[in-house]
């Protein structure tokens, strides 16, 4: 079990590394990278095959061409000896058949007179029997019969070798009717030069073609990334809010139809936004206007109840209770409306804080003492505990959230006080049945009625919103969940002092009722559980 979280965490900093590795990988360096290795592939594919091509055609001409020379030379020179010549007459053609433009060394091997046998090399320090490989020693030795394809016993063969580091062409012919043994030795060193300065070239030449590839990547990347850089910061400030944001349209391609696309989508978005937002701001002007309209004649109504409450008990019997529901409907009908009132402040973004250091303690008992509910909370915070907060909306806050779990959890109720790091937290908790599962989303959304047969409550139904929303001007939160012990938690988290704002409020947004009267202010999920 204390493995799975540091394997889950493993993954998830594996995860990140990816992430950022991915966000440096950007689409302008894969391009470049792409036409890069394209570039690479090509040139040194073009180089490997010119390079073995003119290497085949520049060793098959000097072959050629020293082994044609050879053949005719053996010929001329050989022809002219006796049936037995001597070593120096060996020699002496072996210098000659040397001195020819080729440049070739020859080693002559025959029997000479007096038996045995003679090895005229003409460069003793070079050229000896030995520098020839065994096997071209056989192939040019071995007799062959002479068929229809096969007009001569001895051919001419030729081999490559190095000495010391140097290529050499070795090749080698026996004379045809009787004669000697002819080998040559030819330094092809020249060629080597040559062919390494061809790979240079070539080597220069891919240099230059990746160069190039990279400045004709930069060019595409731009061209091609430019318009789609233009198109991510319109749609970045399209959705920070500027719906009046265009792209400039040029050219015919797929990039010009996407942004004529961006254009005709923002368009359509400004207008059903201007549309909207219309149709919001008379709407909150009409619920601003109503309420404030509904004061007057509510504070006439108020005074006239509050002095049929006062002769209540010298009321007829059958009229009293008729009173009292005027009474009840008229203080309800008030706190809608000082409910509405707060939630049109919050929605055309005009509520603002009044900071004030302040005892959370402190406030936390004021606020239980204003509503006499002293009996039937209990109460956990330490003195001391001080935070830069708007001590009218935490009243409004712990109003809301206490009268709450009275209402539907009954008494106790247990308010917790704590605090976290930076953090404020105050948890609520009654002993009820708790939320069912399928309320519990909405128990801070506006009106919200868990059951359809029952739209009728005690509250507005605006309470636990306008206290997320004073928790939400503070830079707090507040979350709801089911004890496992049984009842409701309403958890509420504030910054103990990061607000930045404190402006004097345009109204008293109280949101909950503050008068003492025992009565619980006005909940959301008074209908919800």
Same mark, same amino acid.
């Given at each position: 079990m204390n493995q799975e979280p540091g394997r889950v965490r493993g993954w998830a900093a594996a995860k990140r590394v990816v992430q950022l590795s991915m966000r440096w990988v950007s689409l302008r360096l894969r391009l470049m990278l792409v036409f890069a290795l394209v570039a690479l592939a090509a040139a040194v594919s073009a180089s490997a095959i010119a390079?073995?091509?003119?290497?085949?055609?520049?060793?098959?001409?000097?072959?050629?061409?020293?082994?044609?020379?050879?053949?005719?030379?053996?010929?001329?020179?050989?022809?002219?000896?006796?049936?037995?010549?001597?070593?120096?007459?060996?020699?002496?053609?072996? =210098?000659?058949?040397?001195?020819?433009?080729?440049?070739?060394?020859?080693?002559l091997i025959d029997k000479v007179t007096g038996g045995g046998s003679c090895a005229a090399p003409s460069d003793r320090d070079l050229f000896t029997l030995e520098v020839v490989p065994d096997s071209l020693r056989r192939a040019v030795n071995r007799e062959r019969p002479v068929t229809e394809s096969n007009h001569y016993p001895y051919h001419l063969y030729w081999q490559r070798i190095t000495l010391d580091g140097k290529p050499y062409l070795v090749g080698g012919a026996k004379v045809i009717g009787g004669g000697p043994t002819g080998y040559l030795l030819k330094s092809l060193d020249n060629e080597r030069a040559d062919l390494n300065s061809l790979a240079w070239s070539l080597g220069i030449a891919t240099g230059l073609a990746l160069i190039g590839s990279a400045l004709l990547a930069q060019a595409a990347a731009s061209t091609v990334l430019r318009p789609v850089q233009r198109l991510g910061d319109a749609a970045r400030r399209l959705g920070e809010g500027k719906l009046d944001t265009r792209l400039q349209v040029s050219g015919t391609d797929e990039l010009a139809d996407l942004s004529r696309t961006f254009n005709r989508t923002a368009e359509s978005l400004q207008k059903r936004v201007e549309d909207l937002s219309a149709r919001e701001a008379a709407s909150r002007r009409f619920v601003a206007d109503m309420s404030h309209e509904l004061r007057t004649p509510l504070t006439a109504i108020t005074a006239v109840t509050e002095v049929l409450e006062d002769e209540a008990e010298n009321?007829?019997?059958?009229?009293?209770?008729?009173?009292?529901?005027?009474?009840?409907?008229?203080?309800?009908?008030?706190?809608?409306?000082?409910?509405?009132?707060?939630?049109?402040?919050?929605?055309?973004?005009?509520?603002?804080?009044?900071?004030?250091?302040?005892?959370?303690? =402190?406030?936390?008992?004021?606020?239980?003492?204003?509503?006499?509910?002293? =009996?039937?909370?209990?109460l956990d915070a330490e003195r001391g505990i001080m935070a830069l907060l708007d001590p009218r909306r935490l009243d409004v806050i712990l109003a809301n959230l206490i009268g709450n779990a009275l209402k539907h959890g009954g008494s106790p109720v247990r308010v917790a006080v704590r605090t976290a790091d930076d953090s404020l937290v105050i948890e609520v908790r009654d002993h009820g049945p708790g939320i069912p599962e399928d309320v519990l989303p909405h128990v801070f959304d506006r009106f919200y009625k868990a059951s359809a047969s029952r739209p009728r409550s005690e509250g507005s139904g605006l309470g636990l919103s306008i206290a997320l929303e004073n928790a939400h001007i503070h830079g707090g939160e507040i979350t709801a969940a089911n004890s496992p012990d049984g009842g409701a938690v309403f958890t509420l988290t504030l910054p103990r002092g990061t607000a930045t704002e404190s402006e004097p409020d345009d109204g008293d947004g109280s949101g909950a009722d503050g008068d003492g009267d025992g009565t619980s202010p006005g909940t959301a999920e008074g209908n919800a559980r």
């Open positions: 390079y073995w091509l003119n290497r085949d055609a520049v060793l098959t001409r000097t072959q050629n061409a020293a082994l044609d020379d050879f053949r005719k030379s053996l010929q001329d020179n050989t022809g002219t000896l006796p049936l037995t010549p001597t070593c120096p007459e060996l020699q002496e053609a072996a =210098d000659r058949m040397a001195a020819t433009s080729q440049k070739y060394e020859v080693l009321l007829d019997p059958m009229i009293a209770p008729a009173v009292q529901l005027v009474v009840s409907e008229t203080r309800r009908l008030n706190e809608l409306v000082e409910n509405l009132m707060e939630v049109t402040r919050f929605d055309a973004g005009t509520a603002r804080l009044v900071l004030d250091d302040v005892d959370v303690a =402190d406030q936390v008992t004021a606020c239980i003492d204003a509503r006499a509910w002293l =009996d039937a909370v209990d």
